[in-house]
């Protein structure tokens, strides 16, 4: 009997984390059911001749509709953010259910449900922030979420609304440890922060590039090595997220030559800003303020090389969207407000993965395969999401990009889909894009338009992660 297919994709070239083949893609009920040379006509055709066919990407970073504690408000929600994410060729989001002190946990994630139902393009899975691990949400709230597909979370070493002691992340990493969740840690000494911040505004230095100066890869450094060095008395593993350099990560990468299991992520910012870009004329700067800040060319290239040698497994956003001349933004206490009331972060989502690939795969930096394994497949491992998302296979979610290698883009603002009056990329240029985007079998990005209804967006439940990377 001749199989039936709703959609064929036929004669692109095919790359996942290990392979690169040509095949016709055969899709029915939204999965990927078979791959293989001349398939029969499905109901559907898309021709993808000269094309090359990846997994959507897995942005396994980024901030929609989260709570804030400034008055300052995220400008993406789950309608913008995910079709921006879709727009750039990725088809999985996980943003974060956040804790705030004092409140459950349990009514954090009930209420970034509501936030999220009926509103994204693409598929979602939510990791959680722990902000206060007290007994009840150690004891119960977080192994039940857990189990329930929550098997991820965020905890802080900063910001005093966040942050944790070295007490609470044991209690926390022991907990993932217990239930087999993944703990995500952002690494900066908190108290260096507050006594190099609390010296620069006493000397008037508060423009926004003297965030830089306030948040040294130090302070990075010495976080990192103590979150893995937690990590390694508890027995678990671990993941750091948004690792800016050098410095940090030749504490990863110590800790990986000797078999712990410390994983690293790193974000676009960190290979093409500098601290440079925080020092613009008057108060342009902010638009570059983000935890923690780009840093030098030196710590660039050391990132690039950690991309291409294995030492971070992860590339994504990190998109924390504010708009920049917006009173809820950027400006939330004023043009020209000291660089400590300024919202921290930059947007992203919809470039991340035309900026690896242009950067990375075009500029000979990294492989194509490696490219496909830092942007989905491993994020997809690592969250319990694999194998529906991430990959080129039989059984697979029919999430997939179709890029055109060689279309030359200059990134503008005025193209992108977010909600966010600028991109730190402006004018740069770029060879290859994901023109035709689908998702769950479904075209939802194709030639600059969307072809899907925000809401057809399912939420992910997530497995157990894979830490065998
Ligand atoms: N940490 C993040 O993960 N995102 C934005 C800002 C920050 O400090
Ligand atoms: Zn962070
Ligand atoms: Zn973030």
Same mark, same amino acid.
């Given at each position: ?153 965020? @905890?802080?070493t /900063?910001? !005093? *609304? +966040?942050? $944790?002691?070295?007490? &609470? ?18 690494a900066e000494n908190?108290?260096a ?23 040294p890869a130090i302070a990075e450094r010495e976080a990192t090595h103590r979150a ?19 410095e940090a990560?030749?504490q ?18 960190? @290979?093409?800003? /500098?601290? !440079? *870009? +925080?020092? $613009?004329?008057?108060? &342009? ?185």
């Open positions: 009997m001749t199989q039936q297919f709703d959609l064929v994709i036929r004669g692109g070239t095919i790359a996942t984390a290990a392979d690169i083949f040509e095949a016709d893609i055969g899709i029915s009920d939204g999965r990927i059911t078979a791959l293989a040379a001349d398939l029969p006509r499905g109901t559907d055709e898309i021709d993808a001749t000269g094309k090359l066919v990846l997994p959507g990407g897995v942005d396994a970073h980024c901030h929609f509709d989260q709570p804030t504690s400034d008055g300052s408000k995220m400008a993406d929600d789950f309608d913008s953010g995910p079709r921006s994410a879709a727009f750039g060729g990725t088809t999985t989001v996980i943003p974060f259910a956040c804790q705030q002190k004092g409140q459950s946990l349990r009514a954090a994630v009930d209420d970034y449900h509501r936030r999220a139902e009926g509103k994204s393009v693409i598929d979602y899975a939510f990791h959680l922030i722990v902000t206060d691990p007290t007994p009840q949400v150690l004891g119960q709230e977080l192994p039940a979420l857990i189990r329930e597909g929550y098997t991820s979370f965020k @905890i802080y /900063t910001y !005093d *609304d +966040l942050k $944790l002691n070295d007490r &609470e992340i044991i209690e926390v990493l022991a907990l993932a440890k217990r239930e087999g969740a993944l703990t995500m840690i952002h908190s108290d922060i507050a006594w190099l911040t609390e010296a620069l505004e006493k000397a008037g230095q508060t423009a926004p590039r003297h965030h830089a100066d306030a948040r893995i060095s937690l990590a390694e008395i508890v027995d678990v593993p671990m993941l750091v997220v948004h690792v800016s350099g050098g990560m030749e990863i990468a110590h800790a990986r030559s000797k078999g712990l299991k410390v994983f690293a992520e790193t974000c676009p910012q960190y @290979i093409l800003l /500098t601290a !440079d *870009d +925080l020092n $613009l004329d008057g108060f &342009e700067g902010a638009k570059h303020i983000c935890s923690p800040p780009p840093r030098d060319s030196a710590s660039q290239r050391s990132v690039w090389r950690g991309l291409a040698n294995g030492t971070f497994q992860v590339f994504s956003s990190d998109h924390a969207p504010f708009r920049f001349d917006d009173p809820q933004g950027k400006k939330v206490r004023g043009d020209g407000a000291s660089f400590t009331h300024v919202p921290n972060g930059i947007p992203g989502v919809e470039t991340r993965l035309a900026l690896l690939f242009s950067e990375g795969v075009g500029k000979g930096r990294i492989s194509l395969n490696r490219f496909v394994a830092l942007t989905a497949t491993n994020p997809a491992r690592l969250y319990g999401l694999y194998p529906r998302k991430g990959t080129i296979a039989v059984g697979a979610d029919a999430d997939l990009a179709i890029w055109n290698t060689t279309r030359e883009v200059t990134i503008t603002n005025d193209a992108l889909h977010h909600n966010v009056d600028y991109t730190p990329y402006e004018g740069r240029r770029v060879t290859g894009w994901p023109e035709t985007v689908l998702s769950r079998g479904e075209v939802v990005v194709q030639g600059g338009t969307l072809e899907a209804k925000p809401g057809r967006g399912a939420f992910l439940e997530c497995g157990a992660p894979d830490t065998q990377l």
